[in-house]
């Protein structure tokens, strides 16, 4: 009996027809398997993982594998995006044992969910041979496998978590810079070789810090490789080589939502076009092909359509010029660089550099994505998650502001009051939900964190209070239920699922770290409030940076670009003025357009309006700010103390980047 058919998880359901009797997480698995005397097999995957499609087709839709891992196993399916703590305890196992992680990852343990094998993608004979072995071995030297379940356990709860130190100073801030040099790559961008990942929260920081050769090489050579689709926006999850020419085709929200948010940034420190023009294709694709009638976003599309990774999106000379004409046909060969860089002949769109009529290119482009959309389209995973809409709101929201699109920051409204209205159950908050019905997952500490930051910036751009309202509950339920009390904090809140081990993981991955996450968001709302022990925790959070800042600082983006906020006050401004008038907006989108790393912002109508609650005065950074001569003013500040408040977007942009 296959049980998975009830989930709402879009990667359960891909394995609902499988032969494979699996078992959603839970404790009914656990107490199967005691009641079997069996071992647990544990899949963890995600929906737009091209090697879990494989893994899928070869041995779990194969009725000879199903009915070996049905006999001797009870089979545990999991989506790692629901259940990001069942994810990072297993996998911290498979690094340990394997010295290597990915997925899918395929975990063997005890009835009790203590891992004593661990692997990752088995081609079918190879996995057969496996589960045969193992199954022997758990029958006839069940000790062995005990005493290594054990071990491994113990092993992984005896390691302590990384060592806090000092506070970042300018000079941590500088060793940071010195390590991130040391593995940049001056010809290609980007650090290290390939796979190559979009550094987002590295390249953050550098924004932050003014190193513009690091940060604009590789933005310029992601939004010119094959890794950004030149059609339709957006970028995928990685590049396979060290040029960003081909990638590994799944669109991650996370990645676009962090990557939309440093185009914009980019823009603002430099005026760079090709920065506006990536940022709000992005933000187009964003909506046009993850939002979620409910007013969310999906979480992925799928790198694969018609069983082959990246069909939809690659090209032949010969699909062009059907698509084109001969003579626009061969001009695209040449702008998009089509020379075999994919398989079987196809390539992967580049755009190497402007061509000399962008109004060809863009006529060239529109024709393009209407052919196809005429092609079978990637699956889309479309459970809402709350970091990654988070992420997604923040992004939005300051790219409306900054490039005056009142759409974009109606869509991340529109994301926040969804989650708002069905991820929020008092101060607690659910991580997904589906069709506008939360699922049963507790929200994990990235979801708290990544999800205030938003609203605080959601809040920056409308002057919404109940955004800074509900971004102070959120944070603090992660000051009351997520610390370890030394600073750090737990991926978990102190009554979540226990498992073998509770998650801690204080370094960046494909998102900013939980624990960095909530020192920015928690940095941001003391701003905003003055609040000492919102400004003393994100302090403390931040000591893990010192440890990794010189060595390995690429683990580290987000909470060095968190620091560099810190060093700078970070600064704050308050704009008051009536909400409806041109001289109050052009104050606002100037705070912005200054391009101030961490800027923090706060809006409200002034005197004597301010005093009513639900026009800001719940935010204390407005009080006592009023219109100057009657005329709206901005008030740039640092711990709240102010400078002289002033009138115009001229002076405004003068005190801020003094």
Same mark, same amino acid.
């Given at each position: 009996?296959?049980?998975l058919?009830?989930?709402s =998880?879009?990667y359960?359901l891909?394995?609902?027809g499988?032969?494979v009797?699996w078992?959603?997480?839970g404790e009914?698995?656990?107490?199967?398997?005691?009641r079997?005397?069996?071992?647990?097999?544990i899949?963890i995957g995600?929906s737009?993982c091209?090697?879990?499609?494989?893994m899928?087709?070869?041995?779990?839709?194969?009725?000879?594998t199903a009915?070996l891992?049905?006999e001797?196993?009870?089979?545990v399916k999991v989506?790692?995006?629901?259940?990001p703590d069942v994810?990072a305890v297993y996998?911290s @196992?498979?690094? #340990?044992m394997?010295?290597?992680?990915g997925w899918?990852m395929t975990?063997?343990?005890?009835?009790d *969910?203590?891992?004593?094998?661990?692997g990752t993608?088995?081609p /079918?004979a190879q996995?057969?041979?496996?589960?045969t072995?193992?199954h022997h071995?758990? &029958?006839?030297?069940r000790?062995?496998?005990?005493?290594?379940? !054990?071990k491994?356990?113990?092993v992984l709860n005896?390691?302590?978590?990384l060592?806090?130190?000092?506070?970042?100073?300018a000079?941590?801030?500088?060793? #940071?810079v010195?390590?991130l040099?040391e593995?940049?790559?001056?010809?290609?961008?980007?650090?290290? *070789?390939a796979?190559k990942?979009?550094p987002?929260m590295?390249?953050?920081f550098? +924004?932050r810090?003014g190193?513009?050769?690091m940060?604009?090489?590789?933005l310029e050579?992601m #939004?010119r490789g094959?890794i950004y689709?030149q +059609?339709?926006?957006?970028?995928?999850?990685?590049?396979?080589?060290? *040029?960003w020419?081909?990638p590994?085709?799944?669109?991650m929200?996370y990645?676009?939502?962090l990557?939309?948010?440093?185009?914009?940034h980019?823009?603002?420190?430099?005026?760079?076009?090709l920065?506006r023009r990536?940022a709000l294709?992005?933000a187009?694709w964003?909506?046009?092909e993850l939002?979620?009638?409910?007013?969310?976003?999906?979480?992925?599309l799928?790198?694969?359509s018609?069983?082959?990774?990246?069909?939809?999106?690659?090209w032949?000379?010969?699909q062009?010029r059907e698509a084109?004409?001969?003579?626009?046909g061969?001009w695209?060969v040449?702008v998009?660089?089509?020379?075999g860089?994919?398989e079987?002949g196809t390539?992967?769109? %580049?755009l190497p550099r402007?061509p000399d009529?962008?109004e060809?290119?863009?006529?060239?482009r529109e024709r393009?994505?209407a052919?196809?959309e005429?092609r079978?389209?990637?699956?889309?995973?479309d459970k809402?998650v709350?970091?990654?809409? *988070?992420?997604?709101?923040?992004?939005l929201?300051?790219t409306g502001m900054?490039?005056?699109?009142?759409d974009?920051?109606?869509?991340?409204?529109?994301a926040a009051?969804?989650?708002?209205e069905?991820h929020?159950?008092?101060?607690?908050?659910?991580?997904t939900?589906r069709?506008?019905r !939360?699922?049963r997952?507790?929200g994990v500490?990235?979801?708290?964190?990544n999800l205030?930051?938003g609203?605080? !910036?959601?809040?920056g751009?409308?002057g919404?209070t109940?955004?800074? /309202?509900?971004?102070?509950?959120l944070?603090?339920?992660?000051?009351?239920?997520?610390?370890?009390g030394?600073?750090g904090?737990?991926?978990t809140?102190?009554?979540?699922?226990?498992?073998? %081990?509770?998650?801690?993981?204080?370094t960046d991955?494909?998102?900013?770290?939980?624990?960095?996450?909530?020192?920015?968001?928690?940095l941001s709302? !003391?701003a905003?409030t003055?609040?000492t022990r919102?400004r003393?925790?994100?302090?403390a959070?931040l000591?893990t940076?010192?440890?990794?800042?010189?060595?390995?600082?690429?683990?580290?983006g987000?909470g060095l670009?968190v620091?560099?906020?810190?060093?700078?006050?970070p600064v704050? &401004?308050?704009v008051?003025g009536p909400?409806d008038?041109p001289?109050?907006?052009?104050?606002?989108?100037?705070?912005y357009? @200054?391009?101030?790393?961490g800027?923090v912002v706060? =809006?409200?109508?002034g005197a004597p309006?301010?005093l009513d609650?639900?026009?800001?005065a719940?935010?204390?950074?407005?009080?006592?700010r009023? +219109?100057?001569?009657?005329a709206?003013?901005?008030?740039?500040? %640092?711990g709240f103390?102010?400078?002289?408040?002033v009138?115009?977007p001229?002076?405004?942009?003068a005190?801020l980047? /003094?």
């Amino acid at each position: 009996m296959n049980r998975l058919v009830e989930e709402s =998880s879009p990667y359960l359901l891909q394995h609902a027809g499988n032969p494979v009797d699996w078992w959603p997480w839970g404790e009914e698995a656990m107490r199967e398997a005691r009641r079997r005397d069996a071992p647990l097999l544990i899949s963890i995957g995600y929906s737009s993982c091209h090697w879990c499609h494989v893994m899928a087709h070869e041995s779990f839709e194969d009725p000879g594998t199903a009915r070996l891992m049905n006999e001797h196993f009870v089979n545990v399916k999991v989506d790692r995006e629901e259940r990001p703590d069942v994810d990072a305890v297993y996998m911290s @196992a498979t690094q #340990a044992m394997t010295q290597q992680g990915g997925w899918p990852m395929t975990v063997f343990a005890t009835p009790d *969910g203590h891992p004593f094998y661990c692997g990752t993608y088995f081609p /079918r004979a190879q996995f057969q041979r496996l589960l045969t072995g193992l199954h022997h071995a758990w &029958v006839h030297d069940r000790e062995t496998v005990l005493k290594q379940g !054990a071990k491994v356990v113990e092993v992984l709860n005896s390691g302590t978590a990384l060592p806090s130190g000092p506070q970042p100073t300018a000079e941590t801030l500088e060793r #940071a810079v010195a390590n991130l040099r040391e593995s940049f790559d001056p010809v290609r961008g980007g650090f290290g *070789g390939a796979p190559k990942f979009p550094p987002s929260m590295v390249l953050e920081f550098l +924004l932050r810090s003014g190193e513009r050769e690091m940060s604009g090489r590789t933005l310029e050579a992601m #939004a010119r490789g094959g890794i950004y689709d030149q +059609l339709g926006g957006g970028f995928a999850r990685y590049s396979v080589d060290a *040029g960003w020419v081909v990638p590994h085709f799944e669109k991650m929200l996370y990645d676009n939502a962090l990557l939309l948010r440093v185009y914009t940034h980019w823009w603002t420190a430099t005026g760079e076009p090709l920065a506006r023009r990536v940022a709000l294709e992005t933000a187009g694709w964003l909506l046009r092909e993850l939002r979620t009638p409910e007013g969310g976003f999906a979480s992925a599309l799928d790198a694969d359509s018609e069983g082959e990774e990246g069909r939809f999106y690659v090209w032949t000379p010969e699909q062009l010029r059907e698509a084109l004409g001969p003579d626009d046909g061969d001009w695209a060969v040449r702008v998009f660089d089509v020379t075999g860089t994919f398989e079987h002949g196809t390539s992967v769109l %580049q755009l190497p550099r402007e061509p000399d009529d962008p109004e060809r290119l863009a006529r060239v482009r529109e024709r393009l994505l209407a052919a196809r959309e005429l092609r079978v389209r990637p699956g889309r995973d479309d459970k809402v998650v709350a970091s990654w809409t *988070g992420l997604a709101i923040a992004a939005l929201a300051e790219t409306g502001m900054v490039f005056d699109r009142a759409d974009l920051v109606e869509a991340a409204t529109a994301a926040a009051v969804l989650l708002q209205e069905v991820h929020v159950e008092g101060d607690r908050l659910l991580r997904t939900s589906r069709d506008g019905r !939360a699922g049963r997952n507790a929200g994990v500490l990235d979801d708290y964190a990544n999800l205030a930051e938003g609203l605080i !910036a959601l809040h920056g751009v409308t002057g919404e209070t109940r955004w800074f /309202r509900l971004a102070g509950a959120l944070l603090d339920t992660v000051l009351d239920r997520f610390g370890d009390g030394t600073g750090g904090f737990y991926d978990t809140a102190d009554d979540a699922e226990r498992l073998f %081990q509770r998650p801690q993981d204080a370094t960046d991955n494909a998102t900013p770290s939980g624990q960095y996450a909530a020192a920015g968001a928690l940095l941001s709302y !003391a701003a905003l409030t003055g609040s000492t022990r919102h400004r003393d925790a994100a302090h403390a959070a931040l000591g893990t940076v010192s440890v990794l800042a010189g060595r390995h600082a690429r683990f580290a983006g987000w909470g060095l670009a968190v620091a560099r906020a810190a060093l700078d006050g970070p600064v704050e &401004v308050a704009v008051v003025g009536p909400p409806d008038d041109p001289r109050t907006r052009a104050l606002h989108r100037e705070a912005y357009l @200054a391009g101030v790393p961490g800027l923090v912002v706060a =809006s409200g109508p002034g005197a004597p309006a301010e005093l009513d609650v639900a026009h800001g005065a719940a935010v204390p950074l407005l009080r006592g700010r009023g +219109l100057i001569g009657g005329a709206p003013a901005a008030y740039v500040c %640092q711990g709240f103390t102010c400078k002289m408040p002033v009138t115009t977007p001229e002076d405004l942009r003068a005190q801020l980047r /003094r």
